[in-house]
């Protein structure tokens, strides 16, 4: 069993920065493959970023390539996303996803566990 607990949501304004982070319980962490998801109101959870056990591989969402970086720290068993140029529409809850695999994925599905979700409120 995993347990991930996100941090470093709140308020800000558009065109500015957030970092998130997520720590996770499990001993073998460098094992898990991560990914970072979001959900607005009445849309379904969408993703954003995945990162490979190694960091070797990540892959982004066309929507927030170039704004949003995807990075872990496995001696920290912490994975991040760093969001910049923020715009309103970025405005949901951010979850972030472990993954049983070295294989990185963009499917909702095939994360194993979840954490509980990090509000993020951008303003006009």
């Known amino acids: 069993q995993v347990q991930l607990v996100e941090s470093g949501g709140g308020l800000v304004q558009a065109g500015g920065s957030l970092r998130l982070s997520c720590a996770a319980s499990?001993?073998?962490?460098?094992?898990?493959?991560m990914g970072w998801f979001r959900q607005a109101p009445g849309k379904e959870r969408e993703f954003l970023a995945t990162?490979?056990?190694?960091?070797?591989?990540?892959y982004y969402a066309d929507f927030v390539k170039g704004r949003f970086t995807i990075s872990r720290d496995n001696a920290k068993n912490t994975v991040y996303l760093q969001m910049n140029s923020l715009k309103p529409e970025d405005t949901a809850v951010y979850y972030c996803?472990?993954?049983?695999?070295?294989?990185?994925?963009?499917?909702?599905?095939?994360?194993?566990?979840w954490g509980q979700g990090t509000q993020v409120t951008v303003s006009s």
């Open positions: 499990a001993r073998t962490f460098s094992s898990y493959t």
């Open positions: 990162i490979s056990l190694s960091t070797s591989i990540t």
């Open positions: 996803a472990a993954k049983n695999s070295r294989v990185v994925s963009i499917t909702r599905k095939e994360y194993d566990y």
